[in-house]
């Protein structure tokens, strides 16, 4: 699988459109899929707007539960990796990240205008 890292700077505003989940390896048994360390993983589903139109949702997971995050707000991701995979006659990209965490909501300035 390539990796390739994403420069997330140039994704517009990225909101959560789906609150952390934890990522089940086996259904059946409802068991956790876990990082090489050991660590839960996890996706938030995150809504990528570069232009007044045009929104696409991505899947991002990462190791460990991201705190603070809920949905419909907007979000700051870092170490955003994209990976392209094949299975079969499947093919797609997956994303994951070091970190999502809660963009601060801008206080309004005093004084008005």
Same mark, same amino acid.
């Given at each position: ?8 700077t ?12 934890k ?6 048994t409802?068991?956790?899929?876990? !990082? #090489?360390? $050991?660590?839960p993983?996890?996706?938030? *589903?995150v %809504?990528?707007?570069?232009?007044a ?6 899947e991002?997971a ?26 079969? !006659? #499947?093919? $797609? ?5 070091? *970190?999502? %965490? ?12």
């Amino acid at each position: 699988m390539q990796s390739i890292p994403v420069d997330t700077t140039r994704l517009g505003v990225l909101r959560c459109a789906i609150a952390p989940e934890k990522k089940i390896s086996n259904v059946e048994t409802g068991e956790v899929k876990r !990082d #090489r360390d $050991g660590n839960p993983l996890y996706t938030v *589903a995150v %809504t990528v707007r570069q232009d007044a139109r045009r929104i696409s949702v991505i899947e991002i997971a990462l190791s460990g539960e991201p705190r603070g995050i809920e949905e419909g707000m907007v979000v700051k991701v870092t170490g955003l990796i994209a990976f392209a995979w094949s299975m079969g !006659d #499947r093919h $797609g990209i997956s994303f994951r990240a070091d *970190a999502i %965490t809660p963009v601060p909501a801008a206080l309004p300035k005093a004084g008005g205008a």
